[in-house]
Structure formats: structure tokens, C-alpha cells
């Protein structure tokens, strides 16, 4: 099946063919070769400086790089599909008078909003925020938010508009246990109900696994890919983070009980 579609792309979301690319005069991807299909998340893993994030930023069109990497949204091939993306890190002035309703309302608007944010866009922001159960952030400054509660106002612009590929780069490193749940509960729901193709960037080797449909071991190039309990427990894993320390087990009961509640 897999061969079959190889030259194509047909049912593929991004398609990725020996992808090499070199920073520095490193090559920092080498000869890469991953797909993503239409409502499929997928997981990607790797230690440190493996090139993880190398492989998005070139996804988004900022690296040069050789090979190929095409895209086909509802059967289409397109140069860019929509893509969401919240970043790996952020730097910006902690003093800045942005508040979270100016960030989010110049993300969702298509004009500059020097004018000031009408009522109308700051209930829209509103209702961005609350796929993240972030509506009570809207009147924050950016520089006051703990990373988790910045991590849920990125995801929220990251979908908005609703993106054809997303991608997300340790997106829920600084959010609580309950936040993590609900991230990957919209993640999956997204997955699910609009088709969206979504390339998780990871450390969160346990929780990742109850929600991705694959997984991809990244070190310079694909070590290793399949169902994630299999990509777990392959040996080329414990060698490139070391002995295991992670239990596959997903979230208990009780917390999605309260997650789903609204309970955060
Ligand atoms: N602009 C650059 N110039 C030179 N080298 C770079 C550049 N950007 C990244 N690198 C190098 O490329 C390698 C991969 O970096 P990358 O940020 O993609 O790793 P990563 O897998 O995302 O790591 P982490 O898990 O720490 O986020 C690193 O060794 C990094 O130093
Ligand atoms: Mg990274």
C-alpha cells in the first residue's frame, strides 16, 4: 500500500522525500522520508538537537533544503496548504503591553488592528480561547502568563482559522496534566471530525502514544516508525534516549472526568 502511493501522493496530506538539509555546513536532516495522511496524527520523537524542529521550520517553507516535499489537501496537490504552528519557543518583551486579546485578535483579523479590538472581535477572540479553556486569559498581558497558560493561548490562534496541517512543536511541555489532556482531546477530536493532519513534536513519550496513530523515531533521519507501542519498544529507542523510563499509561478516569467538565 505504502509503495504503491509512494510516487503520487494520493491520499497523502505532506509527502516527504529525501529530505536533506544542512545549517552551519551540518547536515542537520539527512534523506528523510515521511508522510502524514488527511485526519492522521502523527508523532515524532527524537533526543535533543535530532532535528525535530529542523524538519517542521522546513515543512513551513523557512529552510532550504533537497528533495521533495509536496502537499494534497482534498485531493488536490497545492503548494501550501494552511498550516498551523505553534513554535518550539517564543521570545518576546515580557514588558510589552500586548494583552492576550491584542495577540489573539490580530491573529484571527485580517486587518491591522491599531484601531483598537471592537467588541466583536474580542468575543471572537474570547471564543478562540475557550477551545483551550483559555477565555479567561483575554484581558492578560502576554509577558504575566505562566508557560502553560502561554502554551493554550498558541494552540488556540494555531487553529484558528481551522489550519489543513498543523504542527506543533512540544506544544504542551509547560501545561498542566489536566490541560494535557484536553490538548490532546481537541487534537484527536480535530483528527477526527475535520480531517486535519496533525505532526506532534514530543518528549512526552507515554502520553503521546494514547493519542497518535504513528510514530516516528527522528535522529537525522528516521531510525524507526509504526504503531507507537511498537516504536516504543524497539531497542533503537532506548539507544537514542537511554534506558526507558516512561510507562505507556494514558490519562486515569478521574481526570478526564474533570477535564471534560470543564474543571480546569
Ligand atoms: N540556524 C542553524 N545553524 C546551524 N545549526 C543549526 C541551526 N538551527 C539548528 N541547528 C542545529 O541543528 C540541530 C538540530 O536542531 P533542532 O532544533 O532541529 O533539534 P530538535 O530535535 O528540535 O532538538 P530539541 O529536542 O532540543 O528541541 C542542532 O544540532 C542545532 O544546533
Ligand atoms: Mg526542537
Avoid at 527522528?218 to 529507542?237: H, W, Y
Wanted: negative net charge.
Amino acid at each position: 500500500m505504502r509503495d504503491a502511493l509512494q510516487n503520487t501522493c494520493e491520499h497523502r496530506c505532506a509527502k516527504i522525500d529525501n529530505l536533506t538539509v544542512k545549517l552551519g555546513g551540518n547536515v542537520i536532516l539527512d534523506n528523510v522520508n515521511l508522510h502524514v495522511d488527511c485526519g492522521e496524527v502523527i508523532g515524532i520523537v527524537g533526543p535533543n538537537g535530532a532535528g525535530k524542529t529542523t524538519l517542521l521550520r522546513t515543512l513551513l517553507g523557512e529552510i532550504p533544503y533537497h528533495g521533495s516535499i509536496a502537499f494534497r489537501i482534498s485531493g488536490s496537490l497545492t503548494k501550501k496548504p494552511k498550516i498551523g504552528y505553534v513554535p518550539q519557543k517564543l521570545q518576546f518583551d515580557l514588558s510589552s503591553p500586548i494583552s492576550v486579546a491584542d495577540l489573539v485578535a490580530a491573529a484571527i483579523n485580517s486587518k491591522p488592528i491599531w484601531a483598537g479590538v471592537s467588541k466583536e472581535l474580542l468575543e471572537k477572540a474570547e471564543s478562540v480561547l475557550s477551545l483551550f479553556s483559555a477565555e479567561h486569559l483575554l484581558k492578560r498581558r502576554i509577558g504575566e502568563l505562566s508557560g502553560g497558560e502561554l502554551q493554550r493561548v498558541l494552540l488556540a490562534i494555531a487553529m484558528t482559522p481551522e489550519p489543513e496541517l498543523l504542527l506543533l512543536d512540544e506544544p504542551a511541555s509547560g501545561v498542566d496534566v489536566k490541560g494535557l489532556f484536553l490538548f490532546y482531546q481537541i487534537v484527536d477530536d480535530l483528527r477526527k471530525k475535520h480531517h486535519i493532519a496533525v505532526i506532534l513534536v514530543t518528549h512526552d513519550l507515554a502520553g503521546v502514544s494514547c493519542y497518535v496513530n504513528r510514530l516516528i523515531l527522528l535522529n537525522r533521519s528516521v531510525i524507526a516508525e509504526g504503531a507507537p507501542q511498537d516504536v516504543l519498544s524497539d531497542e533503537k529507542l532506548v539507544k537514542a534516549f537511554g534506558p526507558s523510563l516512561w510507562n505507556i499509561s494514558c490519562l486515569p478516569d478521574s481526570i478526564s472526568k474533570e477535564a471534560d467538565n470543564g474543571n480546569h
